[in-house]
């Protein structure tokens, strides 16, 4: 069976600092990988995607995320955050060949002027 | 930019009661899925729909809940006799399609907040 585990529920940062959260991932099956922001009031939005290829993977609003195979990770960076990048981060797996996403519990970025 | 849309926003209902909640897929989508959150909880996948007829469903989906594309444009997920433990927020995603190998990305709706009471 997969799972996804986000190791931080909350991360808070000061705004223009740079912010990494953390995803891990269990498989016995290969997987992709998925990065979603949900803003208050407001459905999920796909950041980024890794299916195959280069392992460092970019997305939308300045986000990007590295793939490591042999640490099953799939950690979500920014260099630089804006108030506005305050939401709730979603990590999630799609065991290949099936449809379905398994999310991680999510972490809260709050950024701070 | 097209989206999904789900209706309603918020939903209460008794426990015992029937609900249907409503969404509008992206309109060349034809791959259908239903999530939940629990509050404090993860989303969890629910039931995914294709060619009509559901594709996979999860644990969650017993014989309570049933879907239905009932016209060209809607898909809807049926709770019957609610329970205390329905209540989630609710969400519908769509996806063009999906091969092996190739994970289309799904977008999802703004959710329906279902309580139940």
């Not at chain 1, 992709?32 to 803003?39: D, E, I, N, P, S």
């Not at chain 1, 108030?83 to 290949?96: K, L």
């Not at chain 2, 789900?6 to 897929?25: A, F």
């Amino acid at each position: 069976a997969q799972s996804v585990t986000q190791l931080d529920s909350q991360v808070p940062v000061f705004e223009e600092a740079p912010v990494e959260l953390r995803c891990n991932y269990s498989s016995s099956v290969s997987v992709y990988l998925f990065w979603y922001v949900q803003y208050p009031n407001q459905g999920l939005q796909l950041l980024l995607k890794y299916l195959s290829g280069s392992t460092l993977v970019k997305g939308i609003n300045g986000f990007e995320a590295e793939f490591n195979k042999s640490q099953t990770s799939f950690h979500l960076r920014k260099p630089s955050v804006h108030i506005s990048d305050t939401a709730e981060y979603f990590c999630a797996v799609s065991p290949g060949g099936y449809n379905k996403l398994i999310f991680g519990a999510g972490t809260r970025l709050a950024v701070h002027p | 930019e097209p989206e999904v849309t789900q209706t309603p926003s918020h939903q209460v209902t008794q426990m015992g009661q029937e609900v249907i909640l409503r969404c509008v897929p992206i309109s060349n989508h034809l791959y259908f899925y239903w999530y939940r959150q629990i509050l404090g909880q993860k989303v969890e996948f629910l039931v995914s729909f294709y060619n009509n007829e559901i594709s996979e469903k999860s644990e969650i989906f017993d014989d309570q809940f049933s879907v239905e594309r009932p016209d060209g444009s809607n898909f809807t997920l049926k709770i019957r006799s609610t329970k205390l433990e329905d209540s989630a927020m609710y969400f519908c995603a769509s996806s063009r399609d999906s091969h092996w190998n190739i994970q289309e990305t799904q977008y999802f709706g703004p959710g329906t907040r279902l309580l139940v009471l």
